[in-house]
T-cell receptor
């Protein structure tokens, strides 16, 4: 199956700092999503981004499908950004079985 | 309305009990999913329903039995579970333009925290 690797596994920031999270995948994909899981377990979809660049407030994401990676940028981080960020992909040509990376655990200190 | 609801929020059950988890969405999505998530791990896909038909079963033990009574509801029936089945159970839904077609953005419910004693 497709391999999804996220880096870094853990990240600690001071409030106001910027960060970049990376998702590498081993095969062509139809679908790539970034999720944020808050400390209470709720998973929120941040971006549906199989290719290109999108922005939503302080967050933006870029997927370079031909090079098999995606980046999530967090600017001016806030304590509410803490949690785990997951990348999930669907391999091209397969039935829809979303494969999640292991996540990046982010802690933002005040 | 972009909400997926799940009940109950928490569940404690013995290994001989029978219980059910419920999931509901009113976004008109025709694909619905059950995931299992252990602590500090990513969600693992269990089942996918497409247009109320089971389309994917990721080799889940028969003590977990899914049901999709209609396009808005998804149930997960639990029977004779083991302590290692304790986890966060997440429901999700997404738009599916045609059966077996490309999926769109997934929306997750808040989950049910299950403890099996």
């Amino acid at each position: 199956g497709i391999q999804v690797e996220q880096s870094p596994p853990d990240l600690i920031l001071q409030e106001g700092a910027n960060s970049t999270l990376r998702c590498n995948f081993s095969d062509s994909v139809n679908n790539l999503q970034w999720f944020h899981q808050n400390p209470w377990g709720q998973l929120i979809n941040l971006f549906y981004i199989p290719s290109g660049t999108k922005q939503n407030g302080r967050l933006s994401a870029t997927t370079v499908a031909t090079e098999r990676y995606s980046l999530l940028y967090i600017s001016s981080s806030q304590t509410t950004d803490s949690g785990v960020y997951f990348c999930a992909v669907e391999r091209s040509g397969g039935s829809y079985i979303p494969t999640f990376g292991r996540g990046t655990s982010l802690i933002v200190h005040p | 309305d972009t909400e997926v609801t799940q009940t109950p929020k928490h569940l404690v059950m013995g290994m001989t009990n029978k219980k059910s988890l419920k999931c509901e969405q009113h976004m008109g999505h025709r694909a619905m999913y059950w995931y299992k998530q252990k602590a500090k791990k990513p969600p693992e896909l269990m089942f996918v329903y497409s247009y109320e038909k089971l389309s994917i079963n990721e080799s889940v033990p028969s003590r977990f039995s899914p049901e999709c009574p209609n396009s808005s509801l998804l149930n997960l029936h639990l029977h004779a579970l083991q302590p290692e089945d304790s986890a966060l159970y997440l429901c999700a839904s997404s738009q599916e333009k045609q059966r077996g077609g490309r999926q769109e953005t997934q929306y997750f419910g808040p989950g049910t925290r299950l403890l099996v004693l």
